[in-house]
T-cell receptor, first 111, second 111 residues
């Protein structure tokens, strides 16, 4: 499995866009990029995932570079409730495959 | 639709005692997972079940056993608890091609 590198922590002002980077330079052609977050020791929550194209849902946008070696998760209007640890995970999408979590990025949103 | 449920929410054991952590999902998912999370760390996979009737070891299986009782239920057993097993345990489930859903966690302390 490809390894990911994320900054340990980031700060963001409430109402501004939060851009969380992730490097995955050894990603394989069939590996997806997944983003999860964990709010204060709750169970992790799925945010978004993608293979090649940029993706958007009601929570966030995922921008994947053309060479797929890095990606950025964008929270367009961060709120205090978005304060959490964000995990970038690279994994093939096969039945039964598990997610391998690193230490993630701690995002702190302040007013 | 309760999603993924875990019992108990909290548990304190003495070294050498045994216990079973219960997990159930009502989303008709094929795959189920057990993770543990130690303070300041990401989640680590203990065991998973790709489908009913199958189980496989994850990253940290020593000291644990699992049972996929049926499609809904996946239990984790500690036969002889040790202080090193003090952790928060998360159960998760998914169907092929979709995201993982996590339970609220069980906080276990072994004295």
């Amino acid at each position: 499995d490809a390894k990911t590198t994320q900054p340990t922590s980031m700060d963001c002002a409430e109402g501004r866009a939060a851009n969380l980077p992730c490097n995955h330079s050894t990603i394989s052609g069939n590996e997806y990029v997944y983003w999860y977050r964990q709010i204060h020791s709750q169970g992790p929550q799925y945010i978004i995932h993608g293979l090649k194209n940029n993706e958007t849902n009601e929570m966030a946008s995922l921008i994947i570079t053309e060479d797929r070696k890095s990606s950025t998760l964008i929270l367009p209007h961060a709120t205090l409730r978005d304060t959490a640890v964000y995990y970038c995970i690279v994994r093939v999408d096969q039945a039964g495959t598990a997610l391998i979590f690193g230490k993630g990025t701690t995002l702190s949103v302040s007013s | 639709n309760a999603g993924v449920t875990q019992t108990p929410k909290f548990q304190v054991l003495k070294t050498g005692q045994s216990m079973t952590l219960q997990c159930a999902q009502d989303m008709n998912h094929n795959s189920m997972y057990w993770y543990r999370q130690d303070p300041g760390m990401g989640l680590r996979l203990i065991y998973y079940s790709a489908s009913e009737g199958t189980t496989d070891k994850g990253e940290v299986p020593n000291g644990y056993n699992v049972s996929r009782l049926n499609k809904r239920e996946f239990s984790l057993r500690l036969e002889s608890a040790a202080p090193s097993q003090t952790s928060v345990y998360f159960c998760a489930s998914r169907r092929y091609g979709a995201e993982q859903f996590f339970g609220p966690g069980t906080r276990l302390t072994v004295l």
